[in-house]
């Protein structure tokens, strides 16, 4: 083998890395999750040039289901090595004779004697592998030995399927890279999501089929209710300089749409899948050009489609099916010269009983709603801040619970979470914490003189304030009355105690003693009086 043409990312080597060691802990079918502009192709471009070798004259075979994506494989194996002889089978060609990998169509392939003419396979790679649950793919895997001992290494940018299945082809997804780790690595734009909402467009009439909603009525729905218009008018105001895709549900409509867009002066063309080859192939190449400035499609471009330009993505085709969703943005978020961020306008009825995918469906971290304008990044810093904050907090409750459970001071704590030691009827001292810090203050209140600071008034680490308090507790009150164990605190409670309770409106539980109560009445009225105060700032 020849030195390769360029070098991978980290993160490409570390997929391959990962299947290589799957397979040689006794794995077979395996599965890589990498998403759209993470070089799915590089990286198994890179891996058939680095298993050859060891195959013992065997050969790689890239299965692949759409033309794009076939030629688009076939000429990276190339860039990675030059060197390689590299057949191609689909349709009216036959390459594979002399091959070192053979890159096939699916199709082709579930032709029984297109398939059986092609031997000493060693390995298989599937391109877009979420769709390998199909009978199809079933079978041509099956012929070449995925269930008898042949490697085969899956990718796609999203591990669903809607009529499920992919656990019986892929036995581990071995390595995944999450779309915001592309984006904070600069390997991808970052993505800002913008809703068009429109009122007329009732998506509770439209049907599911298959886990999705139904193509041919959600088109008429989109269509009837003046959607089209909607968005042509949208894309206009939010992204008049920005050259993008639309995705819609059918032929109709991705034509309509078009039209639409025409009509308010943005120069867009249809494509779609039934169109001749050579006629898409110039729309497309007019796209890249930039002589058309928005392509509408009807579900073709959501794979093997790569033009970087594109900044804006228009979905038009509402889903239930996180993958698709992820499919359709992914052609929006490569970087290109220039861009810097990528519009995501996501078409929405005024309610639906649907749960459709939205923008944080882009990744597979928790980090609930985004609120418009707002990008995918900087939702996820927010939440992640959120979360860092509420760990904090926990952390520091358990520190607490954890420091004045094991003191032998009796330590109490009101309903809004302030700690405290009560001395006598008419003093108590408390803790007061520092504001976004986890130092605290201690505080004195006396029924005559309210609330006061000690001498030495500096902010501790709990530890430090916990000990603190706990000495001046210990000079200024009986130990029995302060001690957590005082044995009067096991008896019980006395029909003044429970008096007392009744009048403060305490409810006391069956079988509470009477240091239970003593405390019960403590919180209370030391909440009460902290309620009142408007304590001096630190």
């Known amino acids: 083998m020849t030195a390769t043409a360029f070098t991978p990312r980290p993160y490409q080597l570390d997929a391959i890395e990962a299947l290589r060691k799957g397979w040689a802990d006794g794995q077979t079918r395996l599965a890589v999750v990498l998403p759209t502009g993470a070089g799915k192709t590089v990286v198994f471009s890179h891996l058939a040039h680095q298993m050859l070798d060891g195959l013992g004259g065997h050969r790689v075979l890239v299965i692949a289901h759409r033309e794009e994506l076939i030629e688009q494989a076939a000429s990276k194996l190339l860039a990675v090595d030059p060197m390689l002889r590299v057949g191609i089978v689909k349709a009216a060609r036959d390459d594979h004779a002399d091959a070192d990998v053979i890159v096939a169509s699916v199709q082709t ?78 390997y991808l734009c970052d993505v800002r999501g913008k809703a068009i909402t429109v009122d007329t467009l009732d998506l509770n009439k439209v049907k599911t089929r298959g886990g999705d909603l139904v193509d041919g009525q959600l088109g008429r729905a989109l269509e009837e209710s003046g959607a089209l218009d909607a968005i042509a008018k949208a894309y206009v105001e939010h992204a008049g300089d920005r050259a993008g895709v639309v995705f819609t549900p059918t032929v109709a409509t991705a034509q309509a749409a078009a039209e639409s867009l025409r009509s308010v002066g943005i120069t867009a063309a249809p494509v779609w899948g039934d169109m001749g080859r050579d006629e898409r192939r110039a729309t497309l190449a007019r796209y890249v050009a930039g002589e058309v400035q928005v392509l509408t499609n009807c579900m073709v471009l959501t794979e093997g489609f790569d033009a970087p330009h594109t900044s804006c993505i228009v979905v038009a085709r509402p889903t239930k099916s996180p993958g698709l969703y992820v499919q359709m943005v992914g052609r929006g978020l490569r970087p290109a010269p220039g861009k810097t961020d990528a519009l995501l306008l996501d078409v929405m009825g005024a309610a639906s009983r649907h749960k459709l995918a939205s923008m944080v469906d882009l990744t597979e971290r928790e980090i609930g709603e985004a609120e418009t304008g707002k990008s995918l990044r900087q939702v996820a810093e927010e939440h992640a801040a959120t979360e860092k904050r509420r760990a904090l907090a926990a952390q520091i409750s358990a520190e607490e619970i954890n420091l004045f ?92 105690q429970c008096g007392l309770a009744r009048r403060l409106g305490i409810s006391v539980p069956r079988g509470s003693t009477a240091g239970d109560v003593a405390d019960l009445i403590d919180q209370d009225r030391v909440g009460r009086v902290l309620g009142q105060l408007i304590l001096p700032a630190a």
């Open 405 to 496: 459970g094991s003191s032998a001071i009796r330590w109490l704590r009101t309903e809004d979470g302030t700690w405290f030691i009560r001395l006598t009827g008419a003093m108590f001292l408390f803790l007061v914490r520092d504001p976004g810090t986890r130092l605290y203050r201690m505080r004195r209140w006396t029924q005559a003189h309210g609330v006061h600071p000690p001498k030495d008034d500096v902010a501790r680490p709990l530890p430090e304030a916990l000990a603190w308090l706990e000495q001046q507790a210990k000079v200024l009150a009986p130990g029995a009355f302060v001690a957590r164990e005082a044995r009067w605190r096991g008896g019980k409670p006395t029909e003044k």
């Open 109 to 186: 392939l579930a032709v029984a004697r297109r398939r059986e003419a092609i031997k000493d396979i060693g390995l298989i790679i599937v391109d877009e592998c979420h769709h390998a649950a199909a009978r199809t793919y079933m079978e041509v895997l099956r012929h070449f030995g995925a269930w008898d001992g042949v490697p085969v290494a899956g990718f796609t940018a999203t591990m669903t399927r809607t009529d499920g299945g992919l656990a019986e082809v892929w036995e581990d997804v071995v390595f995944r890279l999450d779309i915001l780790d592309m984006i904070s690595d600069g």
